[in-house]
């Protein structure tokens, strides 16, 4: 059992050495699936998380569940709020709640219609042009 114990200790290292190589941050780990007794153990390392602001995982919350969990299933998006309509599908997007910098590129945009659910297409520029159209309506 202590075996056991200790390899697993040592992939949780070498997950979180990974999420800390690709994304800069150690914050992944805390909103990744590593449960209580993984965050303990890696805080016991020296590790530290910011705190995750409450007020702001719990508005938004009119925006139906299947929607909320897609978008925030393994992507350690906090919550998820709706930016507007686009070409007839509902847009939405994911935000953190920490008050630390994320390194995500320009945002990854969900789309709703029709009961369909999808990300946002990288290949074919549709997410790209989704962050136009909204960007030029800030203006």
């Known amino acids: 059992m202590i075996k056991d114990n200790f390899f697993y200790k040592i992939r949780i290292l070498f997950v979180l ?3 800390t190589f690709y994304t800069n941050h150690p914050i992944y780990a805390k909103t990744s699936k590593f449960n209580e007794e993984d965050l303990k153990f890696l805080e ?3 590790f530290t998380f910011p705190p995750i602001s409450t007020e702001c995982t ?3 919350m009119a ?3 299947n929607i909320r969990e897609f978008v925030m299933h393994n992507n350690g998006y906090h919550n998820v709020e709706y930016v507007g309509k686009w070409k007839g599908y ?25 009961n369909e659910l999808r990300w946002a297409n990288y290949i074919t ?15």
């Open 17 to 19: 050495c990974i999420i």
């Open 44 to 46: 016991s390392l020296g």
């Open 58 to 60: 719990q508005k938004n």
């Open 63 to 65: 925006i139906p569940q």
């Open 90 to 114: 509902q847009v939405y997007q994911g935000i953190f709640c920490d008050n630390v910098t994320h390194y995500r590129g320009y945002p990854q945009y969900t789309l709703y219609r029709n």
């Open 125 to 139: 520029q549709e997410n790209m042009e989704i962050y136009r159209y909204f960007l030029s309506k800030r203006h």
